[in-house]
């Protein structure tokens, strides 16, 4: 956009007269010792320092932000932004607005400062999202954007079937934005359960394995994975708690027939030699 230019060049002073043996000529250094000539000098010197602050003011801030541990980064407007484990987020803000971009599988929880002159505007895949002040998590995954608001209320914008469309969304409720079909659906949520990744619990009822896993991979700076499709197939009730996977993966020993092991570049691997249908509660 316009605000991220570099700043144009300063506006040049005014340039005295010069005589051919490049000295000021009596006439012109009585001229800038006139008044009238002097004040228009000062005038432009200042209009100049004014344009040069005015650039500087405007300068872009630009960064990448990435998190390996469970705390939130403060932005340069005041507001916060949490983000799952492994995510990045590129983050522009200039005097006219500011925007947030989602890496690929990142979910991030962002609590606004109101700012009505700059609207926050979240990018993630095909929809964008915006905001004055409120708090709101966007999780971007492979074929969905799914924006859940906590407060406040949020402009969601993408391709509908019918075009571009947009979903105003309010608090304690949520948009489900497909990519496949290019339409969302809106929900009222409980949006302290929906949003307890913040606090490092997931937790599940009756859900298949291979969601958990894919959970525990994205909030978790831990990587697992299921080596036996019939693993992801079977069903799990409880709660993962973030900071403690590899315990989880042990009590998941016990209830399953299925072995863990670590591989050489660190991930978890879970191998079934006869997985069967189960259920385990934690």
Request: net charge negative.
């Amino acid at each position: 956009t316009e605000g991220f230019k570099g700043a144009p060049a300063l506006l040049n002073g005014p340039t005295l007269p010069r005589s051919a043996g490049n000295s000021l000529t009596a006439r012109s250094w009585s001229g800038w010792r006139s008044t009238p000539v002097r004040w228009a000098v000062a005038a432009s010197i200042v209009f100049t320092i004014l344009m040069a602050y005015g650039q500087w003011t405007r300068r872009p801030i630009h960064e990448v932000i990435a998190v390996s541990q469970h705390e939130p980064a403060t932005l340069p407007d005041g507001s916060s932004l949490l983000l799952s484990a492994k995510a990045t987020a590129d983050v522009d803000f200039t005097s006219a607005s500011r925007q947030i971009t989602l890496s690929p599988g990142a979910e991030a929880y962002m609590k606004v400062r109101h700012d009505t002159a700059r609207p926050f505007i979240v990018r993630a895949g095909a929809m964008t999202v915006t905001a004055v002040g409120t708090a709101f998590d966007v999780r971007r995954d492979a074929d969905h954007v799914i924006v859940t608001v906590e407060e406040g209320t949020i402009l969601a914008a993408a391709v509908g079937p019918n075009g571009p469309t947009q979903w105003r969304v309010g608090a304690d409720y949520q948009v489900d934005y497909s990519d496949n079909v290019r339409n969302a659906a809106v929900s009222r949520v409980d949006t302290q359960a929906a949003l307890r990744w913040r606090d490092g619990e997931l937790a599940y009822d009756d859900a298949p394995l291979d969601t958990v896993i894919a959970d525990i991979n994205r909030y978790s700076t831990v990587h697992i994975v299921a080596r036996d499709p019939a693993i992801g197939r079977l069903r799990y009730t409880g709660t993962v708690f973030v900071a403690s996977v590899k315990d989880w993966v042990k009590a998941l020993e016990a209830q399953y027939p299925i072995h863990a092991r670590i591989s050489p570049d660190g991930e978890i691997e879970i191998e079934s030699p006869a997985a069967a249908p189960g259920s385990a509660t934690h």
